[in-house]
């Protein structure tokens, strides 16, 4: 069992920078891969990027390649998303997912999201 608590949402304008942090419970979060989604207003969730257990692998989706970062620090149990030149689109809630399988591959745990705001 993981649990997961995102931070670092707000509202941001079109260009700008959010880094988004996600604190993981438990002993065992070394072990996990992690993720980030997304969910915009009337739209279904989305893959945003994700890190293997040791960070040595990520993967991003493409409208977010080259503007977004994911890492994590697993001495701090957090895993990080680094978001520049955000985009109106980028609108969303965005929520931190682990599995204990491999980065590509369904999610069991998830955060309760935190909402990320881009003006125009």
């Given at each position: 069992?993981?649990?997961?608590?995102?931070?670092?949402?707000?509202?941001?304008?079109?260009?700008?920078?959010?880094?988004?942090?996600?604190?993981?419970?438990?002993?065992?979060?070394?072990?996990?891969?992690?993720?980030?989604?997304?969910?915009?207003?009337?739209?279904?969730?989305?893959?945003?990027a994700?890190?293997?257990?040791?960070?040595?692998?990520?993967?991003?989706?493409?409208?977010?390649?080259?503007?977004?970062?994911?890492?994590?620090?697993?001495?701090?149990?957090?895993?990080?998303?680094?978001?520049n030149?955000?985009?109106?689109?980028?609108?969303?809630?965005?929520?931190?997912?682990?599995?204990?399988?491999?980065?590509?591959?369904?999610?069991?745990?998830?955060?309760?999201?935190?909402?990320?705001?881009?003006?125009?």
């Amino acid at each position: 069992q993981v649990q997961l608590v995102e931070s670092g949402g707000g509202l941001v304008q079109a260009g700008g920078s959010l880094r988004l942090s996600c604190a993981a419970s438990g002993r065992t979060f070394s072990s996990y891969a992690m993720g980030w989604f997304r969910q915009a207003p009337g739209k279904e969730r989305e893959f945003v990027a994700a890190i293997s257990w040791s960070g040595g692998s990520t993967y991003y989706a493409d409208s977010v390649k080259g503007r977004f970062t994911i890492s994590r620090d697993n001495a701090k149990n957090t895993v990080y998303l680094q978001m520049n030149s955000l985009k109106p689109e980028d609108t969303a809630v965005y929520y931190c997912a682990a599995n204990a399988v491999r980065p590509l591959y369904e999610y069991d745990y998830w955060g309760q999201g935190t909402q990320v705001t881009v003006s125009s």
